[in-house]
């Protein structure tokens, strides 16, 4: 489907399945292929999962240079919307930076603050807590903060 996905490509798709996994070219048009995909996905109440290929490889390329094995392992451990969100964050911030740490934090509080989802919610709190090493205390007061705005 490459990047004309669309509503009409996810009608399509729902019709086939709601257990979507995603698997776009490594590059940068895939990557906004992935996002206008979940977009139209997530608009029909699909949650579907993300499978990223590194050096900007597509999905052929990545068979032939990994071989079919490595592919397939790929489609069984793909990314939920949080974690492909998340490590999308995390090349935007140096997150060795005090300040760009911060405002990463602050980043993924709003994406959890989306999560309808009360146990992903939690567990992704919890993550970013751990990974952080902020009290998770600080973040759920940020994260209620934000919900009243």
């Known amino acids: 489907l ?3 996905f669309g509503k009409e490509q996810a009608m399509l798709v729902r019709k086939l399945s ?14 906004k292929a992935t996002k206008g995909a979940i977009e ?20 052929d390329e990545y068979i032939i240079k990994n071989g079919k094995d490595a ?25 060795k930076n005090t300040k760009e740490l911060a405002s990463y934090i602050n980043k993924m509080i709003e994406e959890i603050n989306k999560i ?5 919610r939690e567990v992704s709190i919890n993550k970013l807590s751990k ?3 902020i009290d998770i205390n600080v973040l759920k007061n940020i994260e209620s903060f934000l919900k009243e705005e």
Not at 40 to 59: A, C, F, M, Q, W
């Open 18 to 31: 709601t257990n979507v996994i995603l698997c776009f070219d490594g590059d940068d048009a895939g990557l």
């Open 2 to 4: 490459g990047t004309a």
């Open 131 to 133: 990974e952080t090493e």
């Open 40 to 59: 139209e996905l997530t608009k029909l109440g699909i949650e579907p999962k993300i499978v990223r290929l590194e050096n900007n490889s597509d999905p």
């Open 116 to 120: 309808e989802d009360d146990i992903l």
């Open 71 to 95: 592919f397939i392992s790929k489609i069984d451990n793909p990314m939920n919307i949080m974690e492909f969100k998340e490590s999308l964050l995390k090349k935007e911030f140096n997150l």
